[in-house]
């Protein structure tokens, strides 16, 4: 099939970016997303144009490198699926495809669709750990955890970091990603000491961040590749919530 | 022979050696720890969880990583899970049967002394990992489950769904973020190593370049750890993530570390067949639905017709057939072999008849479909996502190919390769694994290596060798970042035709045909003389658009191909060398009477650890002696 790529292109942090326009042909359904750029990118090569530069790496929904905006959804058209594993059959002939890179303040662009989100590590500097120093453990069975907790905290640590959360929300806000470890760790007996002081921590810490606030449109639940719960941004405002009523020291 | 491989194996039973071992070694004091700077190459399993880990220990650590995050490095993709002899099951298993396992699985090609510390940690690494919050599968009582994994007789693989990897590293990405935020970590993300720095014989830093400004710096250390994961990507398409590369570990060897067995490849053999030229890499179906699934291909030669109709008697269980005590669960290399076996006999399915059916319609049976989703439900999804196939309904067609290399450079056991400071942690490294992986088991050995071995170890070493004062102003540190532009310009102004993904891909086709799953002297001498002459094209006629001075993906591709271009010669070389068969690495004219692998123990019972000898030399072969002093020798048989 042959598609209309408008993509956005941006020679570096500081430039100015546009849309510019692409052919790309002979595309099969079966190739994915990605690999329908590696071809428009060969192309470009042959041509002595520059590429498109976008981040990808494992191309198997997992490392959270791929991020990009598919005609206004973060990931594309199919649920649950980060733009790697999307493939080219959720498109037809003849479609024009609008590609562009996440776009919040807190993401800078660095080239094309490529965007900095070294914000997103800094939430977990922040407190998105459980301190256990190496050699510290006792016997791992020592722990019990019940089923249902460690199913429901394995639900929100799938998450991949991939940001789509972000650009899909329209305050731009980090909110799912933070608390989808917040309900992680919250969950499990490890966890429980630093509860709420981790909660006040990487709350405060995604405001210094320049992320916008949270107002549960619920964009961010359905971009989601991992399709984390909205649910999890309840618990982390309770905890929050307990964290400043409780006067918790950060 | 030039080097003098020292295993530094401790002496005494093998099961006081690491104790004893840690024992004997030299401490540094807590107060002194804080002026060493330690340079770790890698934020995966075997990086992040040294960085993390030797910063709680107070030295000075810099990680680097070339994605985005540290939280990305490759082992975020492992699905099946990490072994532990903690026999909760009560099913016999032990420290000593771990080793045991390994060993001979590894088929004889790895070091016992090494194996068995691996084997003894495994149990902390559980610990340690559950303290963490990893949030494995439990029981209803809330206690830790566990499941069979490829060639284990146990049940004593740990497990998160099928996201281990994951979860294993964002266990230990949370802690080198919680030193990172701590000081004691200083981390480079989006950040290349590009050359090691070796003043008088030690390893005394980096050259790395900065993948978004494209700054090349000069970063001094009294230690330097490369954990910078495997290289199957020299084959193009693998399960490897796209940026995974031996550029670490091949800029280390031509400053003088051995590259021990570089040919030990290890085909996996449940992955996704491939599909279509623009494919860039396959995708692995993890190994755990072999406990559920069944391999068959039709009896007959050429049968098209719709696998679900296709009644038993016409159906080839071959596995089970020709492995009857291990059926499925027969180890990677052997189950690998037989499906290119029965495709090159034509009786393989799918449109390209590279491929073989892996079937639950019997496990949907007796366990309900409700218990394989439980099982493996996000691995049928992505299945399906990929193939559009739904694998509940209709068999999923798998293909092996390659996903892990077992060669890597040479360490003793201290981890340290034969440059004095260097040391080599994870895939990285040849250690553990022999001529053959078992399933469950590098992301075991990441973290054996990461948390409990380097952070030791590395004190070791500074304490005996007090390394002095250096600058990035000593001629060592500026030859090599003069070295290091020079090539960076050198690959813009070559200007010619080809794109780099063209000659990755047509290496990638060299070596799969003749140094893949099986090999033979004619198919490895033309390996050797096409390789070079694709290098020899590659420098003539690659075209890299852009500038060194921002993102250029393209430019950092070139560079990890032109290293690909030189490694996969030394592969070659190493394969033609070992005539025998053993364990992944099969020679044709070494097998039994029924095709089963035949090793050579008289000649090839060592560690071929290869030396670089200058441009456009061979390279010099040196020999560590394997010694088996508690499993013996045998022949490997899983019928
Ligand atoms: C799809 C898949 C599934 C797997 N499943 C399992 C499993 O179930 N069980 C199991 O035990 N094993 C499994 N494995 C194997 C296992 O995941 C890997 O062997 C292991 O994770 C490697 O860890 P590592 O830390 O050595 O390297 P990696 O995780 O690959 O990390 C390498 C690091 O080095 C960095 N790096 C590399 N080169 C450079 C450079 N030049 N400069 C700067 N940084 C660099 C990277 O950025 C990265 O941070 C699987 C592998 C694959 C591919
Ligand atoms: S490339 Fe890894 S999640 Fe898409």
Known sequence: MNLTLHVWRQAGPDAPGKMVIYEATGVSPEMSFLEMLDVVNEGLTERGEVPIAFDHDCREGICGSCSLMINGVAHGPMRGTATCQLHMRSFKDGDTIYIEPWRARAFRVIKDLAVDRSPLDRIIQAGGFITAPTGSAQDANNILVAKESVDDAMDAAACIGCGACVAACPNASASLFTAAKITHLGLLPQGQSERYRRALKMVQQ?????????????????????????????????DFLRASLLGTRP | MTLNLQARIPTGPLPQKWDKHRFEMKLVSPANKRKY????????????????????????VKCFCFQDSPRRAHSIAAQGGINAAKNYRNDGDSVYRLFYDTVKGGDFRSREANVYRLAELSVNIIDQCVAQGVPFAREYGGLL???????????????????????????AYQALERQIAAGGVKMYPRTEMLDLVVIDGQARGIIARDLVTGAIEAHVADAVVLASGGYGNVFFLSTNAQGSNATAIWRAYKRGAAFANPCFTQIHPTCIPVHGEYQSKLTLMSESLRNDGRVWVPKQKGDKRDPRQIPEADRDYYLERKYPSFGNLAPRDIASRAAKEVCD???????????????????????????????????????????????YEVPMRIYPAVHYTMGGLWVDYNLMSTVN??????????????????????????????????????????????????????????????????????????????????????????????????????????ALTKIPELRAEFWRNVNIPGSDAELNQALEKAGRVADFLELAELMCIDALHRTESCGAHFREESQTPDGEALRDDDHFAYVAAWEYAGEGKPPILNREPLVFENVPLSQRSYK
């Open chain 2, 145 to 171: 489950a566990n499941r069979s994994f490829g060639g284990a007789q146990v049940s004593r693989t740990f497990y998160a769904r099928g996201q281990t990897g994951q979860q294993l590293l964002l266990g």
């Open chain 2, 421 to 526: 400071g260097l040391h080599v942690t994870g895939e990285a490294n040849f250690s553990d694994h022999g001529a053959n992986r078992l399933g469950a088991s590098a992301l075991m050995q990441g973290l054996a290596d990461g948390y409990f071995i380097i952070p030791s170890t590395i004190g070791d070493y500074l304490a005996t060798r007090k390394p002095a004062k250096v600058d990035t102003t000593h001629a060592a540190f500026r030859d090599a970042l003069a070295g290091v532009a020079e090539r960076t310009k050198r690959f813009l102004a070559i200007e010619g035709k080809r794109t780099v993904a063209s000659f990755h891909r047509e290496l990638g086709k060299i070596m799969w045909e003749y140094c893949g799953m099986s090999r033979n002297e004619a198919g490895l001498k033309i």
């Open chain 1, 206 to 238: 995604m405001e210094l961040e320049e992320f916008g606030s949270c107002t549960l449109h619920g964009e961010c639940q359905e971009a989601c590749p991992k399709e984390i719960s909205i649910d999890t941004i309840t618990r982390m405002n309770r």
């Open chain 2, 37 to 60: 700077t330690v340079v770790v190459v890698g934020s995966g399993l075997a990086g992040g969880a040294a960085s993390a880990t030797m910063s709680e220990l107070g030295y000075n």
């Open chain 2, 345 to 391: 006999e034509g009786r393989g399915v799918g449109e390209t008849g590279f491929g073989v059916y892996l079937d639950f319609a019997d496990a949907i049976k007796r366990l309900g479909k409700s218990v394989i989703e439980d099982r493996y439900g996000n691995l049928f999804d992505m299945y399906e996502r990929i193939t559009n196939e739904n694998p």
